[in-house]
C-alpha cells in the first residue's frame, strides 16, 4: 500500500478494552480524501469509541489511529486539519449562534469572518442572532457542522450528523457532505441509518462487535454479496424463455409471483435471448441487493447490544 497523505484516516489494528468489554477489537481500515466514507455498524459496533480514539478523546488499549502518520494530538494545527461533529453540539443556552462560533474563532486564532462564512455554509444566517437555547435539534446539527469547518479543515468525521434533521434536512446534509468531498476532502461519517449512507456514500466500512466486517466501495460490497445483482424478467412464455437462457451462462430462478429472477447474465443480453427466440417479455429490469439487506446479512448474529 502507498503511504498515505496527511489527509487519508489510518486506523490499524486498533483495540479499546473495557474492563470485560472490548469495544473495538483489532480493527483496521483506511479513509480516503475526496470521497465520502459510510462508517456502519449496529448498535454498540464501537463506531463512536473507535471516532474518540481518532480524536484523542479516548486512548486506545493497542493499535493506532492516525492522519497520514500522525496522531490527532501530535498535529501542528489541528483546527485546519481535522473537523469534528461527536453530537448535536452544545453551546451557552443564552449566546447566540454568531457569537458561539466567534469564541470558537478566537480560541483558535482564526479571523471572526470565518463565523458569518460557515453560518452562511451551514444555512443557519437567518438563525445566527438567535439565542442557542431556541435552536432545534437539526439547527444545532448545522452548528456543530459549521463550528467544525471554521478552521477550513481538509478532514471532516461526524458522528450520527442526520439524528434530529427532518427528510429535507437530511437532504441538504447529503448534499453538503458531497460537496465538501468532491473539493477534495475526506469525510467520515458514522450512521446506522442505511438507505441514506446509500444514498451518501461513496465508500463504506462496515463494524460489528467491534470487528471490521467488510469495506470498499459501495457498489463492490453490495455486488460483492450473492445475489448482489440479478434481472427480473417476466413473460407469458416461461419455458421458450427458459430453454434460450439455458444456452446462455445464466442462472434461472423461478419466482412465486410467476417471474424469472436470472443472475449472471445481464438484462440486455436476456433482452436479446428473448427477441431471438422470438419471445414476448413483460418486463425485464436489473434488481441491485440494497445496503440494508447486505449488512443485515453481514452483521447476521453480530448485532444487539453488548
Ligand atoms: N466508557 C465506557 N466504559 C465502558 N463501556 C463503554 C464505554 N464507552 C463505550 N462502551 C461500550 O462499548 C461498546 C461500543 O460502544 P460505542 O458507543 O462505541 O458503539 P456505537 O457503534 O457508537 O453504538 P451506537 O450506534 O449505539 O452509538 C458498547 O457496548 C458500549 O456500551
Redesign the pocket.
Known sequence: MSAPGTDEIVVDHLT?Q??K?R??DDLSFRVRSGRVTGFL????????????MLLGL?TPTAGTATFGNQKYVDLPDPVREVGAVLEASSAHRGRTGRNHLRMICRAAGLPDTRADETLEMVGLTPAANRKFKGYSLGMKQRLGIAAAMLGDPKVLIL??PANGLDPEGIRWMRDLLKALAGQGRTVLV?S?LLGEMQLLADDVVI?AA?KLIRQGPVAEVLGDMSGGVQVRVRTPQVPELTAALSELDATVTPSEDGSLVVHGVEAAAIGHAAFTARVELHELATERGDLEQVFLQLTAGKAG??
Open positions: 479499546k473495557y474492563k468489554l469495544a473495538v455498524g449496529p448498535n454498540g459496533a464501537g463506531k463512536t469509541t473507535t471516532l474518540r479516548v458522528d450520527e458514522s446506522h463494524v467491534g447490544i453488548r
